[in-house]
């Protein structure tokens, strides 16, 4: 069998790691199209398409091209039609799980941030001032902490956070309460998790069930001065809903690693507001993970390719009900 051709998303990072691992069977092109008819141009005479969560591949990619896998780097798969790459007999791979723990404690780090509010002070200190003039942060320790999705990423926020000495409640249908024994995890509905939560996580995978779960109303329910961290997927937030309530002050301060609109535009009122901490959509990029998962996935890849099997958990849109 000859060469197969694949584009590559150069979010897909390091580079050096998937060119190692599929050379010399895939030639690899990066590019990084910005519309839908760009990454139909940019698709053409490929088979493969590596990439992560910021290409959208649609129907349309999917029909006007002859991709024959689409190895999505990471969890979730929102950005696939999943429908249409079915339709059109195109496997979809993917990592799932694998950024887990990198992006638990990226979560873990940013309720850190807002609760001491360190991006307050750091902008303090390079202005001159000293801690005379500093905001009062407040303790993890003893706090009500809300995980709303209790997948592979929320427990191990609940596990990170055992070492705080907080109360853990966590809001999942798919998920029995079995399964919350080992963080002491008191799983309960979402009335609860926004009534009683004094900060909050969003470790959900988007789906149109929980898309726009955080809106206007989400945020009436809660306790006032509540911390909220997003590293999941941003249209879980309603974007105006959260700015809203940060400026009122029901919202005290927000970790947020994605956003509704990536990248996030410079204008963002967001950019504006002293109790945010903003990240680009990194939570997931550690040296361990990358290596491991770039590695998982061009192996896995080069396995289907071959008409082999892989682990049905590394499938979203399997070979065999193509």
């Known amino acids: 069998m000859g ?17 190692d691992a599929v050379t010399p069977a895939i030639d690899l092109e990066f590019d990084e199209p910005d519309t839908e008819s760009s990454l139909i141009d940019a698709l053409s005479g490929k088979e493969v398409l590596f990439t992560t969560s910021r290409l959208s591949v649609t129907e349309r990619v999917l029909a006007d091209t002859e991709l024959e896998v689409i190895a999505k780097l990471g969890t979730g798969i929102d950005n696939v039609d999943l429908d249409a790459a079915r339709d059109h007999d195109v496997t979809v791979t993917h990592t799932p799980g694998m950024n887990a723990l990198s992006v ?18 750091q902008e303090l200190l390079s202005d001159g001032n000293w801690r005379d003039t ?54 309960v509905s979402i009335e609860r998790l926004l009534e009683e939560s004094q900060m909050i996580c969003v470790n959900a995978a988007l789906t149109e069930e929980t898309r726009g779960t955080f809106d206007e109303a ?18 879980l937030v309603d974007t105006d809903a959260l700015i809203d309530a940060l400026q009122s002050g029901k919202v005290a301060g927000a970790g947020l690693d ?23 959509h990194v939570a997931a990029m550690t040296e361990e993970y990358r290596e491991r998962g770039i590695t998982t996935l061009a192996r896995n890849t080069l396995i289907l390719l071959d008409n082999g099997s892989v682990d049905n958990e590394f499938l979203a849109v399997a070979p065999e009900v193509r």
């Open 258 to 280: 994605v956003f509704e609109t990536e990248p996030l535009p410079a204008d963002s009122k967001l950019h504006e507001l002293d109790n945010v901490i903003t990240t680009p």
């Open 104 to 121: 638990a404690e990226h979560t873990v780090t940013l309720l850190l941030g807002i609760a001491r509010r360190v991006g307050e002070t």
């Open 218 to 235: 989400a945020f009436n329910a809660m306790r006032d001065r509540v911390l909220l961290v997003n590293t999941a997927r941003g249209p």
């Open 3 to 19: 060469t197969w051709n694949a584009l590559v998303d150069p979010d897909i990072q390091p580079a050096e790691i998937l060119r």
């Open 134 to 187: 500093a905001p009062q942060g407040t303790l993890l320790s003893g706090k009500t902490i809300g995980i709303f999705g209790y997948g592979n990423i929320g427990r191990r926020v609940a596990k990170l956070l055992t070492g705080f000495n907080v109360q853990t409640l966590a809001h999942d249908p798919y998920v029995h309460e079995v399964e919350s024994e080992l963080t002491d995890t008191d799983i």
